[in-house]
C-alpha cells in the first residue's frame, strides 16, 4: 500500500480535483492525504482575525464569499443533481457550523476548530466525486486517529492502534481519503502538525501502516542540486539520503520539513516527492540507501541569520564557558545553527533574533560581543564523510573571492556550511555550483 499527498494547489479547482483523481484512480488500494483548497486556511485565518477583534458579523460576511467560491467548484464539478444537492448540503452545513462558532468567544482550540474546516470540506468533495464516478472510496476522519501526545508530538503508537482497524483488508482495491494536518491533541481538543503540516500526516501514517512508499505531490519537479531562480542549469536530484534531506530541508531548500522525515526515516519508509502538474516525472526518491556514495547531491541557503560573536578572556584553557553561553540561548528559547570556537572565543548564529537584544544583554556580561545582521548560510550537502577526500577542498576552493564569516564541517557526514552576507548569497550558489557541478559535465 502506497500513501500519497496533494497540497492546495492539486485540489485548487475542479479541474485539480479531476486530474488528482485520475491520477490516483489505478486500481490498487492507497490511501491519499489531502490539504485544504489552495486559499482556503488563509481565509480562515481571516475568518479568526475578525473574531479577535470582536467582529463576529464581518466573520460571517467573510465566510459567504469562501462559501461562494464552493459552490462555484460544486457546479463546475459534479455531473448530477443528486450528488451536486449531497455535496451543497454538506458544505453548507460546515459553514453554518462556523457561523456558529462565530458566536463564541475566540480561543486556541476554537481557531484550531475553526481552520481545520478547510481539510474537512475538501476531502468531502473529493470523496463525493469519487463516488459519483464510481469509485471504491472510504472517507476517513484523521480525527479519529491522529493525536498529538502530552509532550506535543505526534503519538504514533495511538496513530497505528486507531487507523489500522478503519482499513478494510479485504477490500484489495479501495481508495482512502483522508485529511492531512489536522488532529486532536490528548486533551480531545482540536490541533494541528504544524511543521510541514499535511507531509507530516503522510509519512506518519505511512508509517503506521508500513507503506511501500510515501507520495508528496507538489507543483515542483522533486529537489533541484541548486535553487534554479537563482542558478542557471540546474539539475533534479533523483535520488537522497534520509539524512541529506533533513540537511537541505533546514537550510532552505523546498523539500520536506525536517520534522515530516523522521518518521519515515525510522521506520525506513521511502519517500518520493512528484509533480502533479508532470506525473511522469521521476521526482525525488528519499530513503536510507547512499546511493552514490562520495558524491555532492545539492547545495541551499537559508537567510536571515544573524551572527554573534562572543570574545573572552575567560574562556582562555577554562571549562564551563560554553555551557553559560548555550544556557544564555536556551533561556530565550532560541535555536543555534552553527557553531564555530577558539580558544579565545566561540560564534554563532541564529535564524530568529526576537529575543537578539535580551540574549545580547546577558552575553555582555562574560564578554565583548560582535552582532552582524543580514546573514546568509550556504549549505553544501551529499556524502562529505571526513575520509572522501578532495570535496571541501573543491567548496573552499568556490569560496575563495566570497567574504566568508563562519565555516562548519565535521558536525555531519553529510554537510559543509558557509555563512556569508546575504548581498554575496547568489554569488556564493554560482561559484559553487561551478565548482562542483559544472565540472562533471
Excluded at 7 to 15: I, L, N, R, Y
Amino acid at each position: 500500500m502506497k500513501v500519497l499527498k496533494f497540497g492546495g494547489t492539486s485540489v485548487g479547482s475542479a479541474e485539480r480535483m479531476q486530474g488528482v483523481v485520475n491520477l490516483i484512480n489505478d486500481g490498487k488500494t492507497k490511501i491519499v492525504v489531502l490539504s485544504a483548497m489552495s486559499g482556503t486556511t488563509n481565509s480562515l485565518i481571516e475568518f479568526t482575525n475578525y473574531l479577535r477583534n470582536g467582529n463576529a458579523n464581518g466573520a460571517c460576511e467573510h465566510s459567504t464569499f469562501l462559501q461562494a467560491k464552493y459552490m462555484q467548484t460544486i457546479n463546475e464539478l459534479y455531473r448530477t443533481e443528486e450528488v451536486k444537492a449531497a455535496v451543497t448540503n454538506k458544505v453548507n452545513e460546515i459553514f453554518a457550523h462556523l457561523r456558529d462558532l462565530a458566536q463564541q468567544a475566540l480561543s486556541d482550540d476554537l481557531e484550531k476548530e475553526i481552520v481545520a474546516q478547510g481539510e474537512i470540506i475538501s476531502t468531502n468533495m473529493v470523496t463525493f466525486y469519487m463516488q459519483e464516478q464510481g469509485i471504491d472510496v472510504k472517507l476517513l476522519n484523521a480525527l479519529e486517529f491522529m493525536r498529538l501526545a502530552a509532550n506535543g508530538e505526534p503519538d504514533l503508537e495511538y496513530i497505528r492502534e486507531h487507523l489500522l482497524p478503519l482499513l478494510d483488508t479485504d477490500k484489495k482495491n479501495r481508495i482512502y481519503i483522508t485529511q492531512g494536518f489536522i488532529c486532536m491533541n490528548h486533551e480531545g481538543s482540536y490541533d494541528n502538525l504544524q511543521r510541514g503540516g499535511s507531509d507530516y500526516t503522510a509519512t506518519l501514517i505511512g508509517s503506521a501502516v508500513n507503506a511501500e512508499e510515501v507520495q508528496i505531490w507538489t507543483d515542483i519537479d522533486g529537489v533541484h542540486n541548486n535553487d534554479p531562480r537563482v542558478v542557471e542549469n540546474t539539475a533534479p536530484v533523483r535520488n537522497l539520503h534520509f539524512e541529506e534531506s533533513a540537511e537541505l530541508a533546514y537550510f532552505g531548500a523546498k523539500i520536506l520539513h525536517p520534522t515530516c522525515i523522521l518518521p519515515a526515516k525510522l521506520t525506513g519508509t521511502p519517500v518520493r516527492l512528484l509533480n502533479t502538474m508532470d506525473p511522469k516525472a521521476e521526482g525525488t526518491r528519499i530513503d536510507n540507501n547512499l546511493t552514490r556514495p562520495g558524491e555532492i547531491k545539492a547545495i541551499a541557503a537559508k537567510d536571515n541569520i544573524t551572527a554573534i560573536k562572543i570574545k573572552s578572556g575567560r574562556m582562555l584553557l577554562a571549562y564551563g564557558f560554553l555551557r553559560k553561553v548555550f544556557e544564555i540561548f536556551e533561556k530565550y528559547r532560541t535555536s543555534i545553527d552553527m557553531i564555530c570556537t577558539s580558544e579565545v572565543g566561540v560564534s554563532v548564529s541564529i535564524d530568529d533574533d526576537r529575543r537578539l537584544d535580551d540574549i545580547v544583554a546577558e552575553l555582555q556580561k562574560i564578554g565583548t560581543i560582535t552582532v552582524d545582521h543580514n546573514m546568509c548560510i550556504i549549505c553544501v550537502v551529499g556524502d562529505l564523510n571526513w575520509e572522501n577526500t578532495g570535496f571541501e577542498a573543491r567548496a573552499m576552493e568556490a569560496m575563495k573571492d566570497i567574504p566568508v564569516r563562519m565555516v562548519s564541517y565535521g558536525g555531519s557526514n553529510y554537510n559543509i556550511s558557509f555563512l556569508v552576507r546575504e548581498e554575496d548569497k547568489v554569488r556564493a550558489l554560482r561559484a559553487l555550483s561551478a565548482s562542483i557541478f559544472d565540472s562533471k559535465k
